[in-house]
């Protein structure tokens, strides 16, 4: 009968490529009936943006046909599953990587020629999907695609907010932010599944209940409001596997509020309910510090239990034992925000399919797999008990359950140990009682993962020490990478075609080990050549964008020098300014000898502040008062030039990314977890400088250091340096911040409490006592900027040495070593 089974799916995929054909004709066709009946339009009357529209509906059907099948076969095989749950999802446009990864990016191509339109063109029509804020967002992105690419039965899990990042306008040099209402005008990549839904439970009682002397727990809530799934198909490349990634939505409850209605207030009844969906309006644009906002609780929880709900659901299609839930279901907890998932499984598991508590807990154990992305140890996630305990009363009890059971345990083993046992309490005593969402969430899961190996050693000996210390064996590491799908071959098709023709195969595309075979050919001076083409190609494209932005002519032979990342002190994008004022000085000190021996540069930098926090915006606004005054002086013409590109997204950085020379990596030691735009860049040959921080470290071990321009304290020197009374800070470091100090660039007193930030004695992140260092490797990179062959392969044996950080291989080490799943390929 399996046999039969069998011949009736291949039946079933042979109709379905009946339905939707690949070749031009067919492609044309389709197009120009989505033009006429989805999106309206008369088939002699459409622009580039409804052609983008109707193009985007017909990829989205050839991407629905594969999305059936995947699900129809994984629902056959019933392999265990992977659920990865992230607060944010960061996946910028779909058109392009869609069609790639589908293999049908060349037919679409020809028809769009055929109808008079480009795809290129088309394709930058298409609005960013912001629904994140920085590197986490991305890299859960990043992941998709290779779990789908790789065959893995997994899902994503998230929140379809209806306001994206916000969008970063610049006015006179400030920082503006605007909402982005990114679905204005529809989404075609999305399928809304008004069937899919989910009650999910807010404020409200506990009450006690008895069955035949059992125990047990009722929950009734003051609030309910409706989950509504938006399912988001994820195309793997070579092969015919598409996985799902479940956005919801927040949409009013069945329930009614009789009352209010036969009171006759009609009107406020409706626009009361309506209020339900503040819960998935708007992300939360901060990257890092954590508020203690209700709404955001609500976030966390609102996506959680729909999440745990639909999976339960699709568990017990097929099974009744909940014992076997771990062999079938595997959690991933992206940071701390889904970690509330792990109290909603036991009081599910407890309150609802009523197991003792001792079954449901060792079942929890086995699930969930946590990743940690930060370094310091304030920044972690502490909700007020009391906020908890009005918004998921049964929720706060079930985590006090919990950590009574772990403070005896622990007191077995470690004795009265009081600081310890504080420490490692899920519940911190103090003015404000509350629960630390790290404690909770390495407690009950299996594995803690690092997203670097230096990032594992600080949660090891410092972030989580005490844990470790009890558990050694959950702790790991699985060094971040990202996808060489949007990071070459979307966004750099040039040198994608380069890289296929000198290995001989595009087989790296899936395989990305085999860049490595670019080693060999790093010295061939034909090689060399067509690799610098390619570079000028995307530094063209890059100075165009620029001077359509900014108005400022770039030259080609400058150094393009870019740093782009949220801004942020650790970061140290004021560093880099105050290097380019250094420069500046120089060139402005110069006489007409030396300065034949400058080497030009274009100084790029890009990024967001979040909104409230005042010094990274007055670093967007130095950076600006900086270029004003460099960018309009004769004396330096295009020896140097600064450029602050706005609104830095994912878009962005593909077309940014691939026209940089240099990328800058300049974190204080000990700070950025992992890094994964440094990945990027190594992927597009270009060439980094940076400390030693994060996955950097690995980098140089993979393209060796002599590839690279490392500079800076290193982790262990940090300490002692800022124990230091005075560090030895050089004097070009004083002048330049003196100059910003005493008004050089204008806006004195704006920039008084920035300059303070860097004073002696008061300079957390090092600029001072790294700046001479800084200065050598800057002056080193244009040493080797001039001697073209070296430089060139430099930048080969960077993308031949960037294999290790394909998120290929990050996510074949989480499945093999927290998560037991196995791939499971859908017949093509
Ligand atoms: C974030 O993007 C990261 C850490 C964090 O605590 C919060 C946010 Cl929103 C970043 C890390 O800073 C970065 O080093 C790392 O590469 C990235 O997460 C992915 O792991």
């Known amino acids: 009968s399996s046999g039969q089974s069998r011949g009736k799916a291949e039946r079933m995929f042979r109709l379905m490529d009946e339905f939707l054909k690949n070749d031009p004709m067919s492609l044309q066709k389709d197009i120009i009936h989505h033009v006429e009946f989805t999106v309206a339009r008369s088939r002699f009357s459409f622009d580039d943006f409804e052609a983008y529209q109707a193009l985007s509906h017909s990829v989205r059907d050839r991407l629905i046909e594969r999305w059936h099948d995947t699900h129809q076969h994984f629902k056959k095989k019933?392999?265990?599953?992977?659920?990865?749950?992230?607060?944010?999802?960061?996946?910028?446009?779909?058109?392009?990587?869609?069609?790639?990864?589908?293999?049908?990016?060349?037919?679409?191509?020809?028809?769009?020629?055929?109808?008079?339109?480009?795809?290129?063109?088309?394709a930058e029509q298409e609005g960013d999907a912001a629904l994140g804020n920085g590197g986490l967002a991305r890299l859960s992105a990043c992941q998709m695609d290779s779990l789908a690419t790789l065959d893995y039965p997994a899902m994503g899990y998230g929140l379809r907010y209806q306001y994206g990042l916000f969008r970063q306008i610049i006015v006179d040099g400030y920082q503006h932010e605007q909402p982005d209402f990114w679905l204005n005008f529809g989404n075609p990549w999305e399928i809304e599944r008004v069937q899919?839904?989910?009650?999910?439970?807010?404020?409200?009682?506990?009450?006690?209940?008895?069955?035949?002397?059992?125990?047990y727990h009722v929950w009734v809530p003051g609030e309910t409001v409706e989950a509504v799934a938006y399912d988001n198909p994820i195309p793997g490349?070579?092969?015919?596997?598409?996985?799902?990634?479940?956005?919801?939505?927040?949409?009013?409850?069945?329930?009614?509020?009789?009352?209010?209605?036969?009171?006759?207030?009609?009107?406020?009844?409706?626009?009361?309910?309506?209020?339900?969906?503040?819960?998935?309006?708007?992300?939360?644009?901060?990257?890092?510090?954590?508020?203690?906002?209700?709404?955001?609780?609500?976030?966390?929880?609102?996506?959680?239990?729909?999440?745990?709900?639909?999976?339960?659901?699709?568990?017990?299609?097929?099974?009744?034992?909940?014992?076997?839930?771990?062999?079938?279901?595997?959690?991933?907890?992206?940071?701390?925000?889904?970690?509330?998932?792990?109290v909603e499984v036991m009081r599910v598991l407890i309150d609802e399919e009523r197991l003792a508590w001792k079954r449901a807990w060792e079942i929890v154990c086995k699930l969930f797999s946590f990743t940690s992305h930060s370094v310091n140890p304030e920044g972690l996630e502490k909700i007020p008990v009391d906020l908890l305990g009005s918004l998921l009363p049964r929720h706060l009890q079930i985590i006090y359950d919990i950590n009574h059971n772990f403070m005896e345990e622990l007191k077995k083993k470690i004795g009265q140990d009081y600081r310890r046992l504080d420490q490692m309490s899920i519940v911190a005593e103090g003015t404000v009682k509350t629960i630390r969402m790290a404690n909770l969430s390495i407690i009950c899961s299996h594995t803690v993962n690092g997203v670097s190996r230096l990032h594992y050693e600080l949660l090891k000996t410092r972030?989580?020490?005490?844990?470790?210390?009890?558990?050694?064996?959950?702790?790991?590491?699985?060094?971040?990478?990202?996808?060489?799908?949007r990071w070459i071959v979307v966004s750099n098709p040039s040198l994608c075609s380069l890289i296929s023709k000198w290995l001989g195969t595009e087989e790296w595309i899936r395989n990305v080990d085999l860049l490595v075979g670019l080693r060999e050919h790093a010295s061939n001076p034909v090689l060399q050549q067509e690799w610098r083409m390619?570079?000028?190609?995307?530094?063209?494209?890059?100075?165009?964008?620029?001077?359509?932005?900014?108005?400022?002519?770039?030259?080609?032979?400058?150094?393009?020098?870019?740093?782009?990342?949220?801004?942020?002190?650790?970061?140290?994008?004021?560093?880099?300014?105050?290097?380019?004022?250094?420069?500046?000085?120089?060139?402005?000190?110069?006489?007409?000898?030396?300065?034949?021996?400058?080497?030009?540069?274009?100084?790029?930098?890009?990024?967001?502040?979040?909104?409230?926090?005042?010094?990274?915006?007055?670093?967007?606004?130095?950076?600006?008062?900086?270029?004003?005054?460099?960018?309009?002086?004769?004396?330096?013409?295009?020896?140097?030039?600064?450029?602050?590109?706005?609104?830095?997204?994912?878009?962005?950085?593909?077309?940014?990314?691939?026209g940089s020379d240099l990328s800058q990596h300049i974190s204080t030691a000990g700070h950025e977890a992992s890094g994964t735009s440094s990945m990027k860049f190594l992927m597009n040959g270009c060439l980094l400088l940076a400390t030693a921080d994060g996955s950097t470290v690995e980098i140089a071990e993979e393209v060796g250091s002599e590839n690279m321009f490392l500079f800076g304290a290193k982790v262990h020197e940090v300490p002692q340096l800022r124990e230091k009374a005075t560090s030895e800070v050089p004097i070009q470091f004083v002048r330049v911040v003196r100059m910003v100090r005493d008004g050089y660039f204008g806006f004195k007193d704006y920039f008084k409490s920035l300059c303070d930030t860097v004073e002696d004695g008061k300079d957390f992140y090092l600029l001072g006592s790294d700046f001479s260092s800084y200065l050598e490797a800057q002056a080193m990179a244009d040493r080797e900027f001039v001697n073209e062959e070296k430089w060139t392969r430099m930048s080969i044996l960077s993308t031949a040495g960037s294999g290790r950080f394909s998120s290929d291989r990050t996510m074949d080490e989480y499945s093999k070593l927290s998560w037991g799943i196995q791939p499971c390929k859908c017949p093509f």
């Open 78 to 122: 019933d392999p265990k599953r992977l659920y990865f749950l992230s607060l944010e999802f960061l996946m910028g446009r779909s058109l392009s990587n869609s069609v790639i990864n589908l293999g049908i990016r060349d037919e679409y191509a020809d028809a769009l020629a055929q109808l008079g339109f480009e795809f290129e063109v088309l």
């Open 534 to 658: 390619v570079k000028k190609i995307n530094k063209i494209r890059l100075a165009e964008y620029i001077e359509t932005l900014t108005g400022v002519e770039v030259s080609l032979d400058a150094m393009f020098d870019v740093q782009v990342k949220r801004i942020h002190e650790y970061k140290r994008q004021l560093l880099n300014i105050l290097g380019i004022i250094h420069r500046y000085y120089c060139i402005k000190n110069m006489n007409e000898s030396d300065r034949k021996k400058v080497v030009p540069r274009v100084c790029i930098i890009g990024g967001k502040a979040a909104p409230g926090y005042e010094i990274a915006k007055k670093i967007i606004k130095l950076c600006h008062a900086v270029a004003e005054k460099v960018n309009n002086d004769a004396d330096v013409g295009d020896l140097l030039k600064l450029i602050f590109i706005p609104d830095y997204n994912v878009s962005v950085a593909e077309m940014v990314i691939p």
């Open 237 to 342: 490349y070579g092969t015919r596997n598409a996985i799902n990634l479940r956005l919801w939505a927040a949409k009013p409850s069945g329930q009614y509020d009789l009352e209010s209605y036969n009171t006759g207030d009609y009107i406020n009844a409706v626009v009361n309910r309506q209020k339900a969906e503040i819960i998935s309006n708007v992300l939360y644009p901060d990257d890092r510090s954590y508020q203690g906002k209700e709404l955001r609780l609500k976030q966390q929880y609102f996506f959680v239990s729909a999440s745990t709900q639909d999976i339960i659901r699709r568990f017990k299609d097929d099974h009744d034992n909940f014992d076997e839930f771990p062999d079938k279901v595997a959690f991933q907890i992206n940071e701390t925000q889904p970690s509330l998932a792990i």
């Open 463 to 485: 972030v989580f020490k005490e844990f470790y210390d009890l558990w050694p064996q959950k702790f790991q590491y699985k060094t971040n990478g990202v996808t060489q799908r």
């Open 196 to 215: 899919v839904s989910y009650s999910v439970k807010f404020y409200g009682t506990v009450e006690e209940k008895a069955s035949n002397g059992v125990k």
